[in-house]
T-cell receptor, first 115, second 108 residues
Framework: IAGITQAPTSQILAAGRRMTLRCTQDMRHNAMYWYRQDLGLGLRLIHYSNTAGTTGKGEVPDGYSVSRANTDDFPLTLASAVPSQTSVYFC??????????????FGAGSRLTVL | GQNIDQPTEMTATEGAIVQINCTYQTSGFNGLFWYQQHAGEAPTFLSYNVLDGLEEKGRFSSFLSRSKGYSYLLLKELQMKDSASYLCATDNDYKLSFGAGTTVTVRA
């Protein structure tokens, strides 16, 4: 089934540890995004990539890094996790931003708890 | 940043109609989206408006007024499965900014 795969589904992490959330899509979409979702705050954009080889900062990029080596993969790395990064993380993709409706398809999410 | 406001919660009876309002202030506007998110699941696309007016899609309709910075999502003939969070989002320079979401509870 075409779509977005995120891993891990859930993770408990000690503060100060490094963590990479994986995201892979098989729809050949050009753009990919990472959002975090917190109660009462909704989805907030962390980083995005319009095409392979390019990335940009979203609304809340501090403490996070991304890379886009190819079309399919867009990993999100927390270099040194802190408790405020406890959240549900959603990866999303869209076909061609700027060409009609920029409809995002979301992965199932990764629930991260930092203790 | 973007400023998107929508009510936190709404409750309605099965078979009824519910209207979820969304107001926004934004720059570089490229359209307004509504997404549905069931508890513990990913958001899924419901509707998109880029021009003023009403877009109807089955039991769901969405309205946009760009001059007023206002949209609503209308859910008709409510079913129990419509209990979910509904997210209003604006497309700003081809990146989506989301409101906090409206949790709709449908009661029998």
């Amino acid at each position: 089934i075409a779509g977005i795969t995120q891993a891990p589904t859930s993770q408990i992490l000690a503060a100060g540890r490094r963590m990479t959330l994986r995201c892979t899509q098989d729809m050949r979409h050009n753009a990919m995004y990472w959002y975090r979702q917190d109660l009462g705050l909704g989805l907030r954009l962390i980083h995005y990539s319009n095409t392979a080889g390019t990335t940009g900062k979203g609304e809340v990029p501090d403490g996070y890094s991304v890379s886009r080596a190819n079309t399919d993969d867009f990993p999100l790395t927390l270099a040194s996790a802190v408790p405020s990064q406890t959240s549900v993380y959603f990866c999303a993709s869209s076909d061609s931003p700027g060409s009609g409706a920029n409809v995002l398809t979301f992965g199932a999410g990764s629930r991260l708890t930092v203790l | 940043g973007q400023n998107i406001d929508q009510p936190t919660e709404m409750t309605a009876t099965e078979g009824a109609i519910v209207q979820i309002n969304c107001t926004y202030q934004t720059s570089g506007f490229n359209g307004l989206f509504w997404y549905q998110q069931h508890a513990g699941e990913a958001p899924t696309f419901l509707s998109y408006n880029v021009l003023d007016g009403l877009e109807e899609k089955g039991r769901f309709s969405s309205f946009l007024s760009r001059s007023k910075g206002y949209s609503y999502l209308l859910l008709k003939e409510l079913q129990m499965k419509d209990s979910a969070s509904y997210l209003c989002a604006t497309d700003n320079d081809y990146k989506l900014s989301f409101g906090a979401g409206t949790t709709v509870t449908v009661r029998a």
